[in-house]
Nanobody
Framework: QVQLVESGGGVVQAGGSLRLSCAAS????????MGWFRQTVGKEREFVAA????????VYTDSVKGRFTISRDNAKNTVYLQMNSLKPEDTAVYYC?????????????????WGQGTQVTVSS
């Protein structure tokens, strides 16, 4: 069993920055692929970014490229999402997820565990 706990969400003005963190339990965190997804009311969960097990591969959805950066610290069992130049359309609940097979997947299906989410609100 893997538990994921997100933190770092909040309210920020457009153009501002936030850094989300996702702390994972489990002794094999360095073998997990990790992803960030987001969801707004009435919409499907949307892929944001993902990072492979050793951090060698990162992928992003087009709308956040150049603004968001995913990274991981395997010594701390933590994955981060640095979000810069935030826009009102980035407002959502952000979830982290763990893929026990280590990939950086855009599709939510391969992810085995999910956190409870953290709210990000960007005001205009």
């Amino acid at each position: 069993q893997v538990q994921l706990v997100e933190s770092g969400g909040g309210v920020v003005q457009a153009g501002g920055s936030l850094r989300l963190s996702c702390a994972a339990s489990g002794r094999r965190f360095d073998s997990y692929g990790m992803g960030w997804f987001r969801q707004t009311v009435g919409k499907e969960r949307e892929f944001v970014a993902a990072i492979s097990w050793m951090g060698g591969n990162t992928v992003y959805t087009d709308s956040v490229k150049g603004r968001f950066t995913i990274s991981r610290d395997n010594a701390k069992n933590t994955v981060y999402l640095q979000m810069n130049s935030l826009k009102p359309e980035d407002t959502a609940v952000y979830y982290c997820a763990a893929d026990l097979y280590g990939g950086a997947n855009r599709d939510p299906a391969p992810y085995d565990y999910w956190g409870q989410g953290t709210q990000v609100t960007v005001s205009s």
